[in-house]
């Protein structure tokens, strides 16, 4: 006997600010659905799930939840007044005696049920809401990007949860891997229209650019129709004005077909210009440590960072990624040890906490008051990578229309905070990029975008995200901090780091990724007149490491005398000569820096 549905909405119409955010819109919700709610920043997600869970009313159609259906929802900003305790929020729905489920979730979830709630940061008030809505465990449970403010072992520990449940749920995330993981249908919302596919996620973007493909296809021969038949109208209509009337109103009609069909948003129109170039060598640390009020955060660490490296830094919430990444920038000075910066240093900050973000600010005012983005006499200008531009066309770029513009910072979804703060860091030129927390509530087709950039800028970036999907497209190196102190670097993205640790092969991912960032320590040094190489081999290992500073040494010369703007006029056979000296010496560096490594490797593999 086929079960009733949990959840139905039929013929939902909603509007919202004049404009219609949904229109006739029907789904089904059945036992067991795993359901990933997917769709623009801004397409009505959040909304839509509102509706779901019977917080918001529709304008027309109808919601049915079946008898005896428990529907529970996990807020984006939880309403706790009057509960003392995160604990007491988290447990006030549950039967006495069943308390223990908070303090299960809130184990998973790292969040303590004891926290006050007037002191409580927004992400613990989330944790709180999410843990509520585990404990409970409701037939159908909504959860609006549960995975923000959760750190990775948190989000696994939910992963596993979810995996192991039987009850049904629908999700809106922007972290892909957790999508993939757990989604078995996918429900689209694109331009007010809702559309099922029974596949997960992993499927998602072949359906997406297949459905739009067909879209085009179609608009496409609407155009040819609507052209084919204008021209009848202009050469002979004035020849058949009484028998072809109705024709005349056929074109009309496929010209208001035309004109009715909603565009595609397009993607933000981001660009990140990198400045002048770093010297080779961007960032050395050399045993750095840190202790705050007795507890260790960081034990004697050694890192070498090199221009246009990706460097990614992973762990729990509060092991103390975001003081390490603030050391190795010079915010925070280490309790021993030095760190030493390269040469024409020009950062560039996404600040985890939005901090850069005034509330009661406009748009328009946050712009235009950035001291870096200020346009001396033009207070409709901001200077955009050296070029002035409107300040509404800049914002336009960023997916803000103008009536946003007025608008203050606090109005803003936290997708568009993150695509605010980005239109402020992609305004300047930079070197490195220091992103903390970038992916938070960017949408998936915002996120590629930013990937792709990230992939052509030419400067170095660091990197603090729990987004695993994130890291594996752009980290080239990780740096694992597991608690007590303790900092380990592995080549790769969050899918290396997790395939070399999980082989228990340390060493080996240590000493590749030493070589890559170039941090040729005195150990390998070592290593190598122990192993098997041959006489020449074991001393070409020892002077490589003296020719590659060298080689760096001089590339950095030649980089400061070429950045002279006049040289190719004033002295060209000097500006020719020092073109192709850099030529050749970064030709030798990067067959010197193999040569290292495959010294290195075959050292080690011997010993």
């Known amino acids: 006997m086929a079960r009733a549905p949990l959840l139905q909405l039929s013929d939902i119409s909603l509007t919202f600010g ?126 609006d990007e549960p995975t923000n403010h959760l750190d990775i072992e948190a989000i696994g520990w939910l992963e596993e949860q979810l995996k192991a449940t039987r009850k049904g749920f629908v999700l809106i995330s922007h972290d892909r891997a957790f999508l993939r993981e757990l989604s078995r249908a996918t429900l689209w919302i694109d331009r007010g229209m809702t559309r099922r596919q029974e596949r997960g996620f992993a499927h998602f973007e072949e359906w997406r650019d297949k459905v739009w493909d067909e879209e085009d296809q179609q608009r496409h021969k609407l155009d040819r129709k609507i052209k084919a038949e204008a021209r009848w109208a202009v050469e002979g209509i004035s020849a058949r004005r009484k028998r072809n009337q109705g024709r005349v109103r056929a074109l009309q009609a496929l010209r208001e077909e035309r004109k009715s069909q909603i565009k595609r948003q397009g993607t933000a129109a981001m660009a990140l210009e990198s400045g002048p170039n ?118 336009k770029d960023f997916l803000f229309d103008e009536r946003q513009a007025r608008a203050p910072v606090k109005s803003l979804s936290g997708g568009e905070k993150a695509r605010l703060l980005l239109a402020k860091l992609m305004a300047r030129e930079s070197n490195v990029l220091v992103l903390d927390e970038p992916t938070n509530d960017l949408d998936i087709e915002t996120l590629d975008l930013l990937q792709e950039l990230l992939d052509d800028y030419s400067g170095t970036v660091l990197l603090v995200s729990h987004d695993r999907d994130f890291l594996d497209r752009v980290a080239t190196t990780t740096i694992a901090m597991e608690g007590d102190g303790r900092a380990t670097v592995y080549a790769g993205g969050w899918s290396d780091y997790r395939a070399q640790r999980g082989t228990g092969d340390v060493a080996n991912a240590t000493d590749k990724n030493t070589a890559k960032s170039r941090n040729r320590n005195a150990n390998l040094k070592q290593e190598s007149k122990a192993s098997k190489l041959s006489f020449t081999e074991a001393h070409r290992l020892e002077e490589l490491p003296g020719q590659i500073e060298r080689l760096e040494a001089e590339i950095a010369k030649l980089e400061q005398l070429l950045a002279d703007p006049d040289l190719y006029s004033r002295e060209p056979v000097k500006f020719r000569r020092a073109t192709e000296a850099l030529t050749a010496r970064q030709t030798a560096l990067a067959e010197a820096e193999e040569e290292w490594l495959s010294l290195a490797e075959k050292a080690e593999e011997a010993g």
Do not use: C
């Open 278 to 395: 770093s010297g080779r060598k961007v960032i050395e640390a050399v045993d750095i440590s840190k202790a705050y009020e007795g507890k260790l955060i960081l034990r004697p660490f050694n890192l070498r960072i090199m221009r246009g490296e990706r460097v990614a830094f992973v762990g729990p919430n509060g092991v103390g990624k975001t003081t390490l990444l603030k050391m190795l920038m010079g915010e925070v000075m280490p309790d021993s040890g030095t760190v030493t910066h390269g040469t024409n240093l020009v950062p560039a900050v996404f600040d985890q906490a939005r901090a850069r973000l005034e509330p009661e600010m406009t748009l328009w005012d946050s712009l235009t008051g950035d001291a870096d983005m200020r346009v001396s006499g033009q207070a409709d200008q901001v200077l955009v990578r050296g070029q002035p531009r409107h300040v509404v066309g800049y914002l």
């Open 18 to 143: 004049g404009a219609p955010l949904f229109s006739e819109l029907s789904l089904v919700v059945q036992p067991g659905d795993r359901v990933a709610l997917v769709g623009r920043n801004g397409s009505g997600k959040s909304t839509l799930m509102k509706v779901m869970a019977g917080l918001v009313e529709p304008d027309r159609g109808t919601r049915v939840v079946s008898p005896g259906v428990s529907v529970g929802y996990m807020e984006q900003e939880p309403a706790m007044a009057g509960y003392a305790t995160l604990g007491d929020f988290a447990a006030s729905a549950l039967a006495p005696g069943e308390e223990y489920r908070v303090e299960m979730a809130g184990e998973g979830l790292k969040f303590d049920p004891a926290g006050a709630v007037a002191t409580a940061s927004g992400g613990e008030r989330r944790r709180a809401a999410l843990a509520k809505l585990m404990a409970e465990a409701p037939e159908l449970m909504l959860l």
